[in-house]
């Protein structure tokens, strides 16, 4: 715990904090604790089997990434579309302020750019607790990676994004404030609050893509999101609006 104690005393007083040096995933720890009405943190220095998005693997090394789950409710009318875009806006505001860089970039619905390359990445995982939606919101974002590692998709870190690199607690506690803020401005007013800023870091915007189920397929261009959060395309045949990333192909 000493190694977690400077952190903690920049955290609310009320949040229910778990603290690894190493541990499978921090979303699976919180996804299987008992519901509570309490916010609920699990932070980690190592994931040994991290979960990113559609089941793919998130990798990562000891005290190499900023590893976190907060696991909080919403309620029952709280539309969740927009909740993983909001996180993102909350760690780039913080990655400008304290990184002194601008260019930061949020490709819908959950990964933040640098350069065209991965710098971090949401997971979202959803319960139902009597009356509220439960929310385990994953956080991965690459501190200072070994230049060894082998990713998927070109990635970056925030050692090569600043000049100066932050302390890793102070940014993690920073970052932890700032979503619990934000997400919380969210579940009293939605999206809306937040389509203005959303615009700034739009990745996408202009890109063409391609999107293809069992259903239907269509082609178009990307031309923002939704006030709730939905992926606007402009097709031949009109806007058409998706809710997840899973079968779009860029073109």
């Given at each position: 715990m000493v190694h977690y104690s400077s952190l903690i005393d920049l955290l609310p007083k009320d949040l229910e904090c778990h603290f690894f040096d190493s541990i499978e995933s921090t979303n699976l720890f919180l996804t299987n604790r008992t519901f509570t009405d309490k916010v609920q943190l699990c932070l980690a220095r190592e994931q040994t089997q991290g979960k990113g998005q559609h089941g793919r693997h998130w990798e990562s090394q000891m005290d190499g990434s900023i590893l976190f789950s907060i696991r909080?409710?919403?309620?029952q009318e709280c539309n969740l579309?927009?909740?993983?875009l909001v996180v993102g806006l909350a760690i780039v505001k913080v990655l400008e302020k304290e990184c002194l860089v601008e260019g930061f970039k949020i490709k819908w619905p959950n990964d933040i750019y640098f350069e065209n390359k991965k710098l971090a990445g949401v997971l979202l995982e959803n319960q139902m607790q009597s009356r509220n939606q439960s929310v385990v919101i994953g956080v991965g974002i690459n501190y200072s990676i070994d230049q060894s590692m082998i990713l998927n998709k070109p990635w970056t870190?925030?050692?090569?994004?600043?000049k100066t690199l932050p302390d890793i607690k102070l940014l993690t506690?920073?970052?932890?404030?700032?979503?619990?803020?934000m997400s919380e401005h969210f579940s009293i007013f939605g999206f809306d609050d937040f389509q203005l800023d959303w615009e700034k870091y739009?990745?996408?915007?202009?890109?063409?893509?391609?999107?293809t189920n069992l259903e239907e397929s269509f082609e178009?261009?990307?031309v923002g999101v939704s006030s709730q959060g939905a992926l606007k395309i402009l097709t031949k045949n009109g806007v058409k609006e998706l809710y997840s990333s899973?079968?779009?192909?860029?073109?």
């Open positions: 909080r409710n919403f309620s579309n927009g909740v993983s870190d925030l050692k090569k994004t600043t506690a920073m970052i932890i404030n700032k979503i619990l803020v739009d990745l996408l915007k202009g890109k063409q893509i391609k999107y178009g261009e990307v899973k079968h779009i192909q860029y073109i």
